[in-house]
């Protein structure tokens, strides 16, 4: 190892800004070559060897030799080359099954899955309401008359009435752009 190896070694080391320069001006352009035959991609070679650049100089890292330097940092070029196909990989293979999945959509599943989500949307609103306005509405839900209701849950047909008021408010507040959904289904 010469005297200029050892001390642009020392310096990396020490985050010396100077070292960085050298780094960037001695190795920037054939670590992109190196990324490039990976990725084929010039554009995203140039960007993992710069996230690889600011990697590095974030890691507490102490190197010995300007060999152990080169060999860790294609090292880092590779793997962030093989996370980057990865996750373009995965990336690619959901947007085909949103695509499969968009196409497999008729009208009829659609409107399925807006009336879940509206269902789901409402019964969340009624069990966050208080226990007689909620027992007032799931007891309406299922077509009791305000007097079957008044019955069950021992209170005035007035006081049936005032809760289902109250909750409807609630619901048509909270609901927003579910209500519409609702409504239409």
């Known amino acids: 190892m010469g005297v200029k ?7 990396i080391n020490k985050k010396d800004v100077r070292a960085w320069k050298y780094l960037y001006d001695n190795y920037f352009v054939s670590l992109c070559l190196y990324a490039d ?40 070029v590779y793997n962030s080359c093989l996370n980057k196909i990865r996750d373009f990989n995965i990336k690619e293979k959901k947007m085909n099954e949103w695509s499969s999945f968009e196409g497999s959509l008729s009208d009829e599943n659609l409107l399925s899955i807006i009336k879940e989500e509206t269902i ?6 009624i069990e966050s309401m208080p226990y007689m306005r909620k027992k007032v509405i799931l007891l309406g839900l299922e077509n009791k008359k305000v007097s079957e209701i008044s019955e069950i849950l021992n209170i005035s047909e007035n006081t049936v009435k005032k809760h289902r008021k109250i909750a409807y408010k609630y619901i048509r507040e909270n609901l927003g752009d579910y209500l519409f959904s609702l409504i239409f289904i």
């Open 5 to 11: 190896a050892s001390i642009f070694i020392d310096s």
């Open 37 to 76: 035959n990976i990725l084929n991609n010039s554009i995203s070679s140039k960007d993992v060897v710069q996230n690889t650049f600011i990697k590095l100089w974030e890691k507490e890292l102490c190197f010995n030799s300007e060999k152990e330097f080169s060999f860790y940092l294609y090292r880092m």
């Open 120 to 125: 789901r949307k409402l019964y969340l609103l």
